[in-house]
């Protein structure tokens, strides 16, 4: 699917993370990728994360996944909601409306959550720490946007909606089939189901916090100290007061930390493997018996092609004019000469061919059937 009469640079100039911007209808053609059915299904399934969202006048109550088929067919008259998470990874069709969104980069993607409503049905005013695009799949929905929230905004104490206490519109819209809603981090919303049937796909996206690239990395920067790399002084002078610890002390023990925070390839190689770690491990695509070589080139001579697990995250950054490390899952691959095109064809598609080259690349054939092997990318016979 396409977005026409879209202006990418003037939304990333005037709107990403900075303003809400109601995009209507702007696909050449909207045909909606699930029915409410095949969502409920997937609720009921042990390893999606799924809640199920009833509103009693101004009470909400959460019920989390997996579900129980018989609790979705008896869903009551007050108005309710179903949320899944990360239907992309499971229904490729859902995997495609991300396509159209990658004028903002792979690693900052996240998933596409799928609510589906009954009239009144909704999650409640809220803000979110994160990007999303809300886009309406089937039926309406009335959105209204409030001001920018914060640490600080007051919360309802039901932990398990995080509800605004106060919250005032100042904007109101109603969406039909194939409008966007973008909405910046921490923007006070909230969505209403008018009528039954409304499906919304919120196409969300990550932004690490400080908080936890500094946990990340430094843990990653204590496993790998050695016991033998201290403290050292063989310089020590005597000082007036033993009780001191001198300013020359500081600086060299300080220096200790922020000269291992600062190695910026380390940090580079760190931080793709981190990013790229699945998130819902259960999408396992690992054959039972590891590939074989010979074989994965013959079924690529064949005309096979290289399909990513849909749960896969693929990234790479550039480490040189010739090289690339390449990111998989949590893993993390260098890729130098022949095989960085590969690399980079891997994290352009969800699917490519192998050229002749690569077949004929020990190299790239070996980084292929590494990838088949950790359940990262399968072959796919030619239609
Ligand atoms: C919804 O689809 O009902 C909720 C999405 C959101 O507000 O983030
Ligand atoms: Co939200």
Redesign the pocket.
């Known amino acids: 699917m396409q977005f026409q009469n879209f202006d990418i640079d003037g939304f990333l100039r005037d709107y990403w993370q900075k303003k809400p911007l109601l995009i209507r209808n702007p696909w050449v053609e909207w045909v909606n990728p699930i029915e409410g059915d095949e969502l409920a299904w997937l609720a009921c399934e042990e390893e999606v994360e799924a809640r199920l969202i009833t509103r009693k006048r101004d009470r909400w109550a959460v019920e989390h996944g997996p579900l129980a088929e018989a609790r979705l067919q008896r869903t009551g008259k007050n108005p309710w909601?179903l949320?899944v998470q990360a239907v992309d990874q499971h229904v490729p069709e859902v995997a495609a409306l991300i396509a159209p969104f990658r004028f903002i980069p792979d690693w900052r993607i996240d998933d596409v959550?799928v609510?589906f409503?009954v009239d009144g049905g909704?999650?409640g005013p809220?803000f979110?720490q994160y990007d999303?695009f809300?886009l309406q799949g089937a039926g309406r929905?009335r959105w209204r946007l409030g001001g920018a929230c914060d640490a600080s905004t007051p919360l309802a104490s039901n932990e398990d909606v995080r509800l605004l206490t106060h919250f005032e519109a100042t904007q109101d819209w109603v969406l039909e089939p194939g409008d966007i809603l973008y909405v910046p981090p921490r923007v006070a919303?909230d969505?209403i189901a008018i009528g039954d049937g409304c499906m919304?796909y919120?196409i969300g996206f990550r932004a690490p916090s400080r908080g936890d690239l500094i946990e990340g990395w430094s843990a990653s920067l204590v496993e790998q100290a050695s016991a033998d790399d201290r403290y050292v002084d063989p310089d020590l002078q005597r000082q007036d007061n033993a009780g001191e610890i001198s300013r020359a002390a500081l600086d060299r023990l300080h220096a200790m930390v922020t000269e291992a925070l600062q190695d910026r390839e380390g940090f580079a190689r760190w931080f793709g493997a981190y990013n790229s770690a699945p998130k819902y491990p259960d999408m396992d695509w690992t054959p039972e018996e590891p590939v074989d070589l010979e074989d994965v080139r013959d079924a690529l001579d064949a005309g096979a092609i290289l399909c990513r697990n849909p749960a896969s995250r693929f990234s790479f950054y550039r480490q040189d004019e010739k090289s690339v490390a390449l990111f998989v899952d949590g893993e993390c691959f260098d890729c130098s000469g022949e095989i960085a095109a590969l690399a980079e064809r891997l994290c352009a598609q969800a699917q490519c061919c192998a050229h002749p080259d690569d077949l004929a690349s020990h190299a790239a054939m070996t980084l292929i059937v590494a990838l088949i092997n950790q359940g990262s990318l399968a072959l796919e016979e030619e239609a």
Do not use: I
């Open positions: 909601t949320l959550m609510s409503a909704g999650v809220h979110d999303v809300l929905r919303h969505g919304t919120s």
